[in-house]
């Protein structure tokens, strides 16, 4: 009887220990999952005590976003998979905490579908550094995806070290790379320090800054939040701001739209730009920004994709599916989505009322001018076929380029989505052309008056050295003569083409030759036993 007690008491330890939060057990088919604040703040405990739940898989059921279920500390050191599940997170963080967000450190750990709002506010009285984000303040070996903030994100350092902000992620950390894809930031964003020369305040649309060993990626990303970072004293320090990140990192395909940017004392730039702040480690790949964003307190122009500042465009371009599509390769089937209202593209994660893509997608054509030219291929076809497109010139007219700035004719393009082309034509202005038809003729004219000449000095040379036999073949007919390719002769002969260094170039018998493929010069053809000089211009 004792043994059976033992048993059925054994056996329900091990199931409390198996679903423990809202149900679950932690394995990926069945992760543990959390519905309220009392499950996030039994995980905090956990990881609190030890528990970094590496291999751990969690699932977020509902938004936390009600002030019973505002989350006020966090997650101090997490490596498990939390899934957010397209809802989101209210939080209010804020001074007690160095590495603040809705987790402090995620080391090894995937954090996706997760959305935060609120504040994350850092000014600690410590002498240690600090970083803050709304997903995480410090990320070593992660991946984030598919995650959002629109909260305030703030860090303050007191003492003389460094202050990290950034809307996603404070700062990525170590030799092993932290990847930041999809993400979003609508946030304001800010970073101060104060009393020494040393430190440093850094601040970013989606992160802070980031060691200068690794090459963290930051790709398909964008902020339309305020970033500013500054000193809080009479100690002048070095101060970063990106629209994207503040320090290194390698960006990627990414927007920053209509916000504004602020680096105290930095009147030359030198560590503030649109897109980065600037990097020792890491590279800018094709990235634009809204042409009219302020940076301390001026609009600046860059038509430089690959640069700290990326690339001009305007806000119609950023909230159009199709150009993001086209220009920066953004995912709208499986990651984002434009609201039906309008506006910039949001996560297809956020939530679960977001209708289905159509099955069917429609692709429309037209000329900037009809009496120019046409087009042929526009209609409706299967999602993500391959479409041919033409532009047909008119008489006399000639294809220039499509609306999109892509110039291939006929073009191969993948029906992702309704996408709307023109084709734009030009009339065709030969009259330079015949000019320099008429220039080439006259030429030639003269040329050919100076090859008789010469070609007469040759012979009297030849018969003064007892060279007869490089004389003018006068029994061979050549022509044309000069020629832009094929020479024609007046028999069929066995032909040799010899260029001026006596080269031998072809060999064959018939009663012409083609020279199209040599240099412009004079070349040599033995005709039978018989010497001609061709001149191929």
Known sequence: MRKNFLTTVMGLLIAVSSFAYSGGNGSEMFPYLISSKAD?????????????????YFKLTRDLTGAEDTITS???????????????????????????????????????????????????????????????????????????????ISSSSRYGRNAYSGGICGYMSNA???????CYNTGVVSASTASSTS????????????????????????????????????????????????????????????????????AVRSRIGRVGGSTSYGTYTNNYVYGMLILNGNAIASSDGNSKDGKDCITENLQDQAWLTTNLSWDFENNWIMPEEGGFPVLRSEGTSQPPLPATVTVTTGSNDNELGTTLGDGTYDRNASVILYAIPAANNVFTTWSDENTDNPRTLTATSDTTLTANFAACDNSALLEQIETLKADT??????????????????????????RSASAISVYPNPTTGIVYLNAVSRIKVYDQQG?????????????????????????DNEWVKVIKI
């Open 40 to 56: 996030m703040q039994e995980l905090a405990k956990n990881v609190s005590g030890g528990q970094k739940y590496a291999g751990i």
């Open 74 to 152: 966090p997650i101090a050191n997490f490596s498990g998979n939390f899934n957010g599940n397209g809802h989101e997170i209210a939080l209010k963080i804020g001074y007690s905490s160095t590495i603040a967000g809705l987790f402090g450190t995620i080391n090894g750990a995937t954090i996706k579908n997760l959305g935060v709002s609120g504040s994350v506010i850092s000014d600690p009285i410590s002498d240690n550094s600090i970083y803050v984000g709304g997903i995480c303040g410090f990320a070593i070996n992660s991946e984030i995806s598919n995650c959002y903030n629109t909260g305030n």
């Open 176 to 182: 092993t790379v932290t990847i930041i894809e999809n």
């Open 199 to 266: 430190a440093g305040a850094y601040s970013g649309g989606i992160c802070g800054g980031a060691t200068s060993s690794t090459d963290h990626v930051i790709k398909s990303c964008y902020n339309i939040g305020n970033i500013s970072a500054k000193y809080a004293s009479s100690i002048k320090t070095t101060t970063y701001s990106g629209g994207i990140c503040g320090y290194n990192a390698s960006i990627q395909n990414c927007f920053v739209g209509n916000c504004q940017l602020n680096n105290t004392e930095d």
């Open 445 to 470: 004219v003269q040329l050919n008056t100076q090859i008789t000449d010469l070609q007469d000095k040759l012979d009297e040379c030849n018969i003064l050295s007892g060279n007869e036999e490089l």
């Open 503 to 527: 080269t031998l170039l072809q060999e064959k018998t018939g009663d012409n030759v083609n020279l199209s493929s040599y240099a412009s010069g004079i070349y040599l053809l033995q005709v």
